[in-house]
């Protein structure tokens, strides 16, 4: 599955911020044949700089915020580094003290990602993710990132929590918008309160590097040798922990047989069990997410939104009964 770019520019290239970028990287003031934009959204942004390497391959640059770069540069530098995996390879970082953003610079792995409906893609994300949780486990500087358990879940909890409180009294607000929200109030309250039952069954796993948001748009394909190979990116919400989110979307059975290698008592339950967890967490993070917009005001801003949360809500409810979770 490929998506193509949002925009394609051609004409004055020198003056566009991820070429003065690299050019300032590099030292180099050679101009790309051209620049697509893959991403943008505020200070956010991903190009490919088609032509713009030192042997005429295409470079991909990613603006961030510098609130958010040093986890991913930690995994980029310290981590990945050490693994015996396939990884984009990473040129470097620009973060000039003077910018509230910093700039990477990866090797372009093309434009296919992986699709879950694809047994064999599945598998094949499946074996890599186990092989960097248990190459990350001993790796002291994973543990320096920020905690991607069941902690970091529990604040999503408690921020949506905080912003469902905050809009129920807003404007613009039919009565069935406050069903739905008063609904899914009930339904991260319920779960807060026996949230040690959700910790008690993140077991089976060490802690270990944990992407965090491992899903097809943040995993690359490419042919490598004899077959397909994976190369994850964007590892912004990377952290340590018991890596239930990262078994959410991936072949549970493929990274139990790979995870048996580095931890041979592992259960085909205890991983069956955690992947359900995953899917609490990753449900609970995207209903705070939608819970950010509901800060608008107006009708308009604030009805895709609710249409979120409503499906959010039957999922993270469907997730639950999964885990046996009573709550």
Known sequence: ?????????????????????????????????????LRQHGVV???RLVGAGVGGESVIAKRTPSAKASVERTVYEALLPQMQVTTP???GALAPESET??????????????????????????RWIARVHGAAVDLPAARTLPD????????????????????LLGPELTPDDVTLLRAVLDRVQRLASDWSSIERRCVGLPATLVHGDFRPKNVYLRPNGAGLACYPIDWETAGWGV?????????????????????????????????????????????????????????????????????????????????????
Do not use: N
């Open 101 to 126: 953003h910093a700039w990477f610079f990866l090797e372009d792995v093309g434009a296919e990602r992986y699709s879950d409906a694809d047994p064999e893609h599945l598998a094949l994300t499946a």
């Open 148 to 167: 991607g358990g069941p902690g970091r879940y529990h604040e999503h909890l408690m921020s949506a929590r905080d912003k469902i409180g905050k809009r």
């Open 45 to 47: 942004g991903v190009y």
């Open 243 to 327: 890596p239930a989110a990262d078994l959410t979307r991936i072949d549970v059975a493929a990274y139990w047989s790979a995870a048996r290698e580095w931890r041979a008592d592992l259960s085909l339950d205890a991983v069956q069990r955690l992947a359900k967890i995953g899917q609490v967490f990753r449900t609970i993070a995207a209903i705070d997410w939608e819970c950010a917009s509901l800060r608008f005001e107006t009708r308009r801003m604030i009805s895709q939104p609710l249409a979120s949360l409503a499906v959010l809500l039957a999922r993270l409810t469907d997730a639950v009964r999964m885990t046996g979770v009573p709550a």
């Open 1 to 37: 599955m490929s998506r193509p770019p949002i925009a394609v520019l051609r004409e004055d290239l020198e003056t566009h911020p991820a070429l003065r970028a690299w050019q300032d990287f590099r030292s180099r003031e050679d101009v790309p044949e051209r620049i697509e934009v």
């Open 89 to 91: 390879k990473f040129y």
